[in-house]
């Protein structure tokens, strides 16, 4: 690893020696990486450490509380030079290396700042945006996302076309210098206080389901957009349907040339799969505490000398240890200059099957308690059932756990690929239950 990329972890260590371990951020934006890695560490504090899953800000906040919270956050990220760290200066970043995001945002996920109404933007949207549209359409749109004045989301999944994106029903059809939007798209985060959004929809059914695509940016405030919460089994409202009723966008606000949207979106795709690799919900850590204070299945001390369960222990930490060490390789590819490939696909099967095994276990030890789930009488408040809920959503958003290990055998093992019914075929022509 380069020097600079060196120091950035010595400096982001040693912040966490003051003021009880606050994540420190500039509220100036120095010239010089080093220099304002340094004044980091003594400037004004803007988010605690991450303590237990119930004391979250996202638990404790409403939903408008936090959104507030999470748009001051990221002008105070921005305005210190801490928000954009790869983009070009131009758009408000630093143009630096991405190993320098990576390590920053290592070093962000430690603390509980409240960044997640931003993720999907800034780390899948607008660099799309970046990438495939004009000056005129990026001076519009990056300055005001970095600064969190806007918000965005990502339009791709429908009711027959999940981790098969290229499957998009959603049709719009050129009329003058707009086009003409009909169709639904689902599970859509975010697209409930968003402003705007990708999205990618079909322009040409008479060619093969690739071809025929074109992603545009939608105002998601637009005469014809309805948007529906969606009431998930987790008890939370994150995830939208979102309707297109003869919605029109300008020529301008499209990505990429007319039936190239499949380009465009593969770029998203492969943020998405290297941002939804994390971990989720309690982790190791927690249920290792958690069975500390529990009695075991046999009644005899607690769960944390079951053998059974230390074995379950063992397994996670293991499966947890080496997902870490797989995220050092992409580290050490950024590092290099070089693009994470496919094996980004890799943390997200293990995390979210992993994360509903951990709160189903804990949930189990706890026998007939183990129904309760109300936070002020379930253990960790409750965060053990909200994601052993929310863990069968995370194993389809992002790609599905069949999709992934399909794209680990064939483009990370090398192994031959699934035989493909619609190759050749163009999309009208393609077999449809309706």
């Known amino acids: ?17 003051f003021k009880g371990r606050r994540i420190w951020i500039s509220t100036t934006r120095p010239r010089k990486p080093s220099f304002a890695l340094r004044r980091a560490l003594f400037s004004k504090p803007i988010a605690s450490p991450k303590s237990a899953e119930a004391e979250r800000l996202s638990r404790k906040l409403s939903p408008k509380d936090y959104l507030a919270a999470a748009k001051d956050y990221q002008r105070k990220k921005a305005e210190a030079g801490f928000a954009g760290i790869t983009w070009a ?17 290592s070093e962000e996920a430690k603390f509980d700042a409240p960044a997640h109404p931003f993720s999907i933007g ?10 495939f549209s004009d000056e005129a359409t990026k001076d519009r749109y990056v300055a005001k996302a970095l600064r969190g004045d806007e918000i965005w989301c990502q339009l791709f999944s429908e009711p027959g076309a999940g981790s098969d994106v290229a499957a998009s029903k959603t049709k719009a059809v ?14 859509t985060t975010g697209a409930h206080f968003s402003d705007f959004g990708i999205l990618l929809v079909r322009t ?12 545009f940016i939608v105002d998601m405030k637009a005469p014809g957009v309805e948007v529906r919460q969606i009431h998930q089994a987790s008890g939370g409202r994150d995830f939208n349907e979102v309707y297109f009723t003869d919605v029109r966008i300008p020529d301008q ?13 593969l770029v998203t795709l492969m943020n998405e799969r290297l941002a939804v690799g994390g971990s989720y919900g309690p982790d190791y850590k927690e249920i290792f505490e958690f069975a500390k204070g529990i009695a075991a299945p046999s009644g005899e001390g607690a769960l944390i000398k079951d053998e059974a369960f230390r074995q379950k222990l063992a ?9 870490k060490l797989a995220k050092f390789r992409t580290m050490t590819a950024l590092s290099r200059g070089q693009t994470p490939g496919p094996e980004s696909s890799i943390g997200k099967v293990i995390n979210a099957n992993q994360m509903m095994d951990i709160a189903n276990t804990a949930i189990e030890a706890q026998d007939l308690y183990g129904i309760i789930d109300d936070p002020a009488y379930a253990a960790l408040e409750g965060a053990f059932h909200q994601s052993y809920m929310f863990a069968p959503g995370l194993r389809i958003a992002g790609g599905t756990d069949e999709i992934l290990k399909n794209i680990i055998a064939e483009r990370v093992l090398g192994l031959p690929q699934e035989p493909r019914a619609d190759k050749g075929v163009a999309f009208k022509d393609l077999p449809s239950g309706r």
């Not at 690893?1 to 966490?16: D, P």
């Not at 050129?174 to 599970?187: L, T």
């Not at 040409?204 to 992603?215: A, C, I, R, S, Y």
Request: proline share 5%; glycine share 14%; charged share 25%.
């Open 174 to 187: 050129k009329d003058g210098g707009d086009w003409i939007i009909n169709g639904q798209k689902v599970w």
């Open 122 to 131: 800034l780390g899948m949207c607008v660099p799309t945006v970046i990438a």
């Open 253 to 265: 606000n499209r990505l990429g040339e007319p039936g190239m949207g499949w380009n465009v979106a």
């Open 1 to 17: 690893m380069r020097r600079g990329a060196r120091s950035i972890v010595w400096v982001a260590f040693k912040s966490r020696r």
């Open 204 to 215: 040409n059914p008479d060619v093969e389901k690739h071809k025929g695509l074109t992603m």
């Open 89 to 105: 200066k131009e758009q408000g970043g630093r143009a630096l290396p991405p190993i320098y995001a990576v390590i920053f945002n």
């Open 315 to 323: 397994d996670w930490i293991v499966r947890a240890e080496g997902y």
